[in-house]
């Protein structure tokens, strides 16, 4: 089979395998980018597969950075574009259910194309649009199905991350998992314990930014993969409520996080310790800590306070709402933005009056006294219960020491 529209990205490669043909070794695209060009999906990153060896490779092109020399990766760079190139290998020697640190380079596509881990990601084109497909990954993608190339039981016994990645392909790519690769997952799903935890943090990110994100969890909840995940291995029950909401997409990884402690019915303190042991970064910590009271307003349809708005901000608000929304409730988006900006501050430099002012004027010595009448001033002012005006705080502090 060809392929007869090729995306702009792979137009812009073509040369790079031109070169390398030229050259006397073999080049084609591979993995992601290839399945993505057949479902006509945008691609993300064009991946180059070659027989020549990354000292050849270096050869061939005058700028190249050693991206994985190890790996056999080198980055070429060509028109403004970085291709990842890499030389076709093997990875033979698993330890411990990961990704082998030792690859050997061969000369083989068919050899390397093995070593992939889905049918569908195992395809090769060529630069004249020609499907390299040794594997039957043309098949599946049309009948769209996940299947491991090769015995399932053996490819994740190999590399556990294959589980969820393959549970992630089913919420980004709305296919079905192939039923023995599915069995495999089943039967072996407590290999994941093995994995770093940063690496299946990411498949599962991916699962839930994904289009069809209730259905990824489906199988991550059947396949009992959620068992060896950290703060998830009792609660079947919450995750399998979130596969029936509605399969609205998921926009951060912060909405992603928010939804899966307010299921969980964890609190601002407790999903901290939650989200440490899944490696989260802390300016992730901080959003779902902060929005979750906010997102607990908007389902108890409680109205927010103008401090809320004006304390957690303009994306903590509009974080929370994105869930409410999921189970029907939150507001639309244009009248929360409309509510912030008609508040009298977003600020507190914005505040009329400062705590010089306040030292200057009511002969006051500078220590915590002076922080609570500003803080004071700034709760009325944003409440709307005192106008923004020097004249008006200034006698509104004085009462307030008096
Ligand atoms: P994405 O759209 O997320 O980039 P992808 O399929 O391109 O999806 P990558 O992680 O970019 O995924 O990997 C590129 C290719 O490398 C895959 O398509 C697959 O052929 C191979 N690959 C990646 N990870 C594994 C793995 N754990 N085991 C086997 N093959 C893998
Ligand atoms: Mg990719």
Not at 201 to 226: C, P, R, V
Request: proline fraction near 4%; charged fraction near 20%.
């Amino acid at each position: 089979m060809k392929l007869t529209h090729f995306p702009i990205e792979f137009t812009q490669a073509k040369p790079v395998l031109q070169a390398i043909t030229s050259a006397g070794y073999q080049a084609y695209f591979v993995g992601g980018s290839v399945r993505d060009a057949l479902l006509g999906k945008p691609l993300h990153d064009v991946d180059i597969a070659t027989s020549a060896y990354p000292a050849e490779i270096k050869q061939i092109f005058k700028r190249t950075v050693d991206t994985g020399i190890k790996h056999g990766t080198v980055t070429v760079l060509q028109q403004g574009q970085a291709y990842e190139v890499t030389t076709f290998r093997t990875e033979s020697a698993y330890q411990d259910f990961r990704r082998p640190d030792h690859v050997t380079f061969v000369r083989s596509l068919r050899e390397d194309l093995k070593r992939r881990d889905f049918t569908i990601n195992a395809l090769a084109l060529q630069h004249d649009g020609t499907i390299i497909d040794l594997f039957s990954g043309l098949a599946d993608l049309k009948t769209r199905l996940i299947r491991a190339v090769g015995d399932p039981n053996q490819r994740f016994h190999e590399d556990a991350l294959r589980m969820m990645r393959a549970v992630r392909f089913k919420s980004q790519l709305n296919f079905k998992i192939e039923s023995q690769t599915q069995t495999a997952i089943s039967n072996q799903h407590q290999l994941l314990k093995k994995i770093a935890v940063e690496r299946v943090h990411d498949e599962l990110i991916k699962l839930m930014l994904g289009k069809n994100w209730t259905a990824g969890l489906n199988s991550f909840i059947a396949t009992q993969l959620y068992q060896t995940c950290p703060g998830l291995s009792t609660a079947k029950k919450a995750l399998f409520a979130l596969t029936t909401l509605p399969t609205v997409p998921l926009k951060t990884e912060s909405a992603v996080w928010l939804l899966f402690a307010h299921q969980l019915g964890l609190t601002p303190k407790t999903v901290k310790p939650f989200l440490k042991q899944w490696k989260s970064a802390n300016n992730i910590i901080q959003s779902v800590s902060r929005s979750l009271p906010l997102l607990d307003k908007f389902l108890a349809q409680q109205n927010l306070s103008n401090w809320d708005y004006y304390y957690t901000g303009l994306p903590i608000v509009l974080l929370a709402n994105q869930i409410a929304q999921l189970y029907g409730l939150g507001a639309a988006p244009a009248q929360l933005q409309k509510r912030y900006h008609q508040l009298p501050i977003q600020q507190r430099r914005q505040l009329a009056l400062d705590g010089g002012d306040l030292l200057h004027h009511l002969a006051l010595q500078p220590g915590p006294q002076l922080g609570e009448l500003l803080a004071k001033l700034e709760q009325q002012v944003v409440a709307g219960n005192l106008p923004n005006n020097r004249q008006a705080l200034l006698q509104s502090a004085r009462s307030m020491l008096n």
